[in-house]
């Protein structure tokens, strides 16, 4: 087996696109429309690179390729004077698939080696990892024309066929605690790079995963979803100024399918948030569910039609990711099997029956049964798609030179918003910690469950935007804008992983993390600055240049000072627990770290604190999820289009030649354009859930770093496109 190469490798992205068009006049009433599209691409995910504390080789890297195909079918139609019809029909497969780099499979492997770590082998989410979507959409629009009233009914219908494919470690996973125990892990007698391997070399850990379907290399589910709409709305001119649209939608959500049974489950007790007792059913998804969906929006001119308002107010019906509903069919303890053998100390004999093989295949047992200690990922019975009530206020006013200005104020409101929780902490027990903080004295009501995590229903989140926009063409060749907004986003969780645990997990909290606690969303950005600038030079009929430069100023990055070390709130997590900040050296129970005195690890925290731009304003406080900004980011990115224009015969052609420089303030000077973040997100180490200790090495230096990654850097990209 190749590793691959550490360094200078290559990182590829390859598009393929292709689109043919029917446009089909019928007669003076009925015209019909059908399109095929198709887009193969791949794009190479490599973590290879080594620092001072790890290397990782090309070949753990997987492309991710996608093979998405869709047909589209429209006719519009016109009956009479004041009656039109809008027929739509499409339907889209989109399969995303993972490929192991390299072309050769070796398990996933990592080799501890004196505070070195070496990683290579094939990823473990690489080999058998694919997901496919099947979607048919029906709908059809009626709309008539009465007096100053456009009528518009309709109905729509989807039909949603998912498969996924996928099982963590289905090519083995090794951990060895140096590189003399991997080397003579070889048979006795084989020539290694350091000598002749004694045999006598034993795996610290030995994992791999399987579906109980045996001629499955990972877990296939197959959820189906559907999803029938009704809708009625009528927009009705007022007069020539003033216009009023309103409506209501219905929809129907509706699993088709179910998971499979685990009865074990079945007879299990489950918590609520509270302590609350509840039971699942592995083999129930939530039933069918209706949608109400209103809304109203207005427009009025005034002053000659130089001054606008606009707005509207209305409840809107969304999805999550169908993946977090697929993890019930695939995450029940009757799907899969697991061969996980640990040996970190060196005393379990079983291992030897798991020397490292590039093919683990043999190892697989042949009458699997399903794991005795499993999670769950669990959807409440009462779940329902996510719906916003959101309310937007504008105004827009035409100044004298042609220049507009705008403003605008939005403001949402979760009505269904998704978050996890786990039903398998024991609420009713609990004890204080550290500074007050709720402490969980069970992590696993039901001991062979790890957890069970319920994906459910929460209202409390919110965000609201005020933006101001000015635009100006000074001439027919010369255009420009500038644009501000300010926002803030709070949510109860940001569903940022699409593995349950993981998604549970980040979420960063204090104490009890089942309950729905109002935080900064991750995707809320404090404030966005942008502008833009551009000529037109028309030289002749045939050709024109076409020079614009865009530039971005955001506040956006989020993170969360968390705990590294033990689990401090009991919830079998030590990824999860919010650091609190303490005020005076009293706060915090510190202890010697090796040679590091308490009170030279106090002196260090407490600059580091005051240092800190947000931790400074929350001493005496835990930190918030998501509440540390990084430091604002400025881009600046130039665009060229060069156009020719020619006739063939009495048919228009194009041929269009584009030039651009992203990050142009990156190339212009190496310390502009340059994003940041924090040099480590758990500047306190917990010890215990009590006690704490910190590295002063890393809290003496500055709180943020750059980033090297090519998102810091200038690009450039070159392109041609041929229109007929």
Same mark, same amino acid.
């Given at each position: 087996?190749?590793?691959?190469?550490?360094?200078?490798?290559?990182?590829?992205?390859?598009?393929?696109?292709?689109?043919?068009?029917?446009? #089909?006049?019928?007669?003076?009433?009925?015209?019909?429309?059908?399109?095929?599209?198709?887009?193969?691409?791949?794009?190479?995910?490599?973590?290879?690179?080594?620092?001072?504390?790890?290397?990782?080789?090309?070949?753990?890297? #997987?492309?991710?390729?996608?093979?998405?195909?869709?047909?589209?079918?429209? $006719?519009?139609?016109?009956?009479?004077?004041?009656?039109?019809?809008?027929?739509?029909?499409?339907?889209?497969?989109? /399969?995303?698939?993972?490929?192991?780099?390299?072309?050769?499979?070796?398990?996933?492997?990592?080799?501890?080696?004196?505070?070195?770590?070496?990683?290579?082998?094939?990823?473990?989410?690489?080999?058998?990892?694919?997901?496919?979507?099947?979607?048919?959409?029906?709908?059809?629009?009626?709309?008539?024309?009465? @007096?100053?009233?456009?009528?518009?009914?309709?109905?729509?219908?989807?039909?949603?066929?998912?498969?996924?494919?996928?099982?963590?470690?289905?090519?083995?996973?090794?951990?060895?605690?140096?590189? +003399?125990?991997?080397?003579?892990?070889?048979?006795?007698?084989?020539?290694?790079?350091?000598?002749?391997?004694?045999?006598?070399?034993?795996?610290?850990?030995?994992?791999?995963?399987?579906? $109980?379907?045996?001629?499955?290399?990972?877990? $296939?589910?197959?959820?189906?979803?559907?999803?029938?709409?009704?809708?009625?709305?009528? +927009?009705?001119?007022?007069?020539?100024?003033?216009?009023?649209?309103?409506?209501?939608?219905?929809?129907?959500?509706?699993? %088709?399918? @179910?998971?499979?049974?685990?009865?074990?489950? =079945?007879?299990?007790?489950? +918590?609520? =948030?509270?302590?609350?007792?509840?039971?699942?059913?592995?083999?129930?998804?939530?039933?069918?569910?209706?949608?109400?969906?209103?809304?109203?929006?207005?427009?009025?001119?005034?002053?000659?039609?130089?001054?606008?308002?606009?707005?509207?107010?209305?409840?809107?019906?969304?999805?999550?990711?169908?993946?977090?509903?697929?993890?019930?069919?695939?995450? @029940?303890?009757?799907? +899969?099997?697991?061969?996980?053998?640990?040996?970190?100390?060196?005393?379990?004999?079983?291992?030897?029956?798991?020397?490292?093989?590039?093919?683990?295949?043999?190892?697989?047992?042949?009458?699997?049964?399903?794991?005795?200690?499993?999670?769950?990922? &669990?959807?409440?019975?009462?779940?329902?798609? /996510?719906?916003? #009530?959101?309310?937007?206020?504008?105004?827009?006013?035409?100044?004298?030179?042609?220049?507009? =200005?705008?403003?605008?104020?939005?403001?949402?409101?979760?009505?269904?918003?998704?978050?996890?929780?786990?039903?398998? $902490?024991?609420?009713?027990?609990?004890?204080?910690?550290?500074?007050?903080?709720?402490?969980?004295?069970?992590?696993?009501?039901?001991?062979?469950?790890?957890?069970?995590?319920?994906?459910? *229903?929460?209202?409390?989140?919110?965000?609201?935007? %005020?933006?101001?926009?000015?635009?100006?063409?000074?001439?027919?060749?010369?255009?420009?804008?500038?644009?501000?907004?300010?926002?803030?986003?709070?949510?109860?969780?940001?569903?940022? *992983?699409?593995?349950?645990?993981?998604?549970?997990?980040?979420? /960063?909290?204090?104490?009890?993390?089942?309950?729905?606690?109002?935080?900064?969303?991750?995707?809320?950005?404090?404030? *966005?600055?942008?502008?833009?600038?551009?000529? &037109?030079?028309? #030289?002749?009929?045939?050709?024109? !240049?076409?020079?614009?430069?865009?530039?971005?100023?955001?506040?956006?990055?989020?993170?969360?000072?968390?705990?590294?070390?033990?689990?401090?709130?009991?919830?079998?997590?030590?990824?999860?627990?919010?650091?609190?900040?303490?005020?005076?050296?009293?706060?915090?129970?510190?202890?010697?770290?090796?040679?590091?005195?308490?009170?030279?690890?106090?002196? =260090?925290?407490?600059?580091?604190?005051?240092? !800190?731009?947000?931790?400074?304003?929350?001493?005496?406080?835990?930190?918030?999820?998501?509440?540390?900004?990084?430091?604002?980011?400025?881009?600046?990115?130039?665009?060229?289009?060069?156009?020719?224009?020619?006739?063939?015969?009495?048919?228009?052609?194009?041929?269009?030649?584009?030039?651009?420089?992203?990050?142009?303030?990156?190339?212009?000077?190496?310390?502009?354009?340059? %994003?940041?973040?924090?040099?480590?997100?758990?500047?306190?180490?917990?010890?215990?859930?009590?006690?704490?200790?910190?590295?002063?090495?890393?809290?003496?230096?500055?709180?943020?770093?750059?980033?090297?990654?090519?998102?810091?850097?200038?690009?450039?990209?070159?392109?041609?496109?041929?229109?007929?």
């Amino acid at each position: 087996y190749n590793v691959g190469r550490y360094e200078g490798y290559d990182q590829n992205t390859d598009s393929d696109k292709f689109l043919i068009k029917l446009d #089909w006049n019928i007669n003076d009433n009925h015209k019909a429309t059908v399109r095929y599209s198709q887009l193969t691409s791949s794009i190479s995910q490599v973590d290879a690179g080594f620092n001072n504390t790890q290397v990782s080789f090309e070949n753990f890297g #997987w492309s991710r390729n996608l093979d998405t195909k869709s047909i589209v079918g429209e $006719l519009n139609s016109t009956f009479g004077d004041n009656v039109t019809n809008r027929f739509f029909i499409s339907y889209n497969s989109q /399969p995303e698939f993972r490929v192991p780099q390299g072309g050769q499979l070796a398990p996933f492997t990592q080799i501890n080696d004196d505070g070195l770590r070496y990683t290579f082998g094939t990823h473990p989410a690489a080999l058998g990892n694919r997901v496919t979507q099947k979607v048919l959409q029906i709908q059809n629009d009626l709309t008539w024309f009465k @007096n100053n009233h456009k009528f518009t009914t309709g109905i729509s219908y989807e039909r949603m066929n998912f498969s996924n494919q996928f099982t963590l470690f289905n090519n083995g996973f090794y951990i060895f605690n140096s590189l +003399e125990s991997f080397y003579n892990n070889s048979p006795a007698g084989t020539t290694t790079p350091t000598g002749t391997s004694t045999g006598e070399g034993q795996p610290a850990l030995f994992q791999y995963g399987y579906p $109980l379907d045996s001629s499955q290399i990972s877990t $296939l589910t197959e959820p189906q979803f559907s999803q029938l709409g009704f809708y009625i709305q009528d +927009e009705v001119n007022i007069n020539e100024n003033f216009k009023l649209t309103a409506g209501v939608r219905f929809d129907i959500t509706s699993f %088709i399918n @179910n998971p499979m049974m685990n009865s074990d489950v =079945a007879a299990l007790q489950f +918590e609520d =948030a509270v302590g609350n007792p509840e039971t699942f059913d592995t083999s129930q998804l939530p039933g069918a569910k209706l949608l109400v969906s209103p809304r109203v929006g207005f427009n009025y001119r005034l002053l000659d039609r130089k001054f606008q308002i606009r707005g509207g107010t209305g409840i809107f019906t969304g999805r999550i990711p169908f993946v977090y509903i697929e993890k019930q069919f695939s995450q @029940n303890g009757v799907v +899969e099997g697991l061969t996980s053998v640990a040996n970190f100390d060196g005393a379990n004999p079983n291992i030897a029956n798991f020397p490292y093989v590039t093919d683990v295949t043999p190892y697989r047992p042949t009458n699997a049964a399903g794991l005795t200690s499993y999670s769950l990922a &669990l959807v409440d019975p009462d779940f329902k798609m /996510p719906q916003v #009530w959101r309310t937007d206020l504008g105004l827009d006013y035409k100044f004298a030179g042609n220049i507009i =200005a705008s403003t605008e104020f939005i403001y949402s409101k979760d009505i269904n918003a998704a978050y996890y929780r786990n039903a398998n $902490l024991d609420h009713t027990d609990a004890g204080t910690g550290a500074n007050g903080q709720f402490v969980f004295s069970d992590n696993r009501i039901n001991d062979n469950i790890a957890g069970a995590y319920v994906l459910d *229903n929460t209202n409390k989140g919110y965000a609201y935007s %005020i933006t101001g926009k000015l635009e100006k063409e000074f001439t027919e060749n010369w255009s420009a804008s500038i644009a501000y907004s300010f926002n803030e986003a709070k949510n109860v969780s940001d569903l940022d *992983n699409t593995t349950p645990a993981n998604a549970y997990d980040g979420r /960063p909290t204090v104490g009890n993390g089942d309950l729905e606690v109002l935080s900064n969303s991750l995707y809320g950005p404090r404030y *966005n600055f942008i502008g833009s600038l551009a000529y &037109l030079a028309d #030289w002749a009929d045939w050709t024109t !240049s076409t020079f614009s430069f865009f530039f971005k100023g955001s506040r956006d990055a989020r993170y969360s000072y968390t705990y590294s070390g033990s689990d401090v709130n009991g919830d079998g997590s030590n990824r999860n627990d919010l650091i609190f900040v303490p005020e005076t050296q009293a706060d915090i129970n510190l202890v010697q770290n090796g040679d590091i005195t308490v009170d030279e690890q106090w002196l =260090a925290l407490d600059r580091f604190i005051e240092n !800190s731009e947000y931790l400074s304003d929350r001493r005496g406080d835990f930190a918030e999820r998501n509440g540390v900004i990084a430091p604002s980011y400025f881009q600046l990115d130039f665009k060229f289009l060069q156009d020719f224009n020619f006739n063939v015969g009495s048919k228009k052609h194009n041929l269009q030649f584009s030039w651009d420089i992203i990050n142009l303030t990156n190339l212009i000077n190496s310390d502009w354009g340059i %994003i940041q973040l924090p040099r480590s997100t758990n500047p306190i180490q917990a010890v215990s859930a009590t006690t704490f200790a910190v590295n002063p090495a890393i809290l003496n230096e500055p709180e943020f770093v750059n980033v090297t990654s090519e998102i810091s850097r200038w690009r450039m990209q070159l392109g041609l496109k041929y229109s007929f």
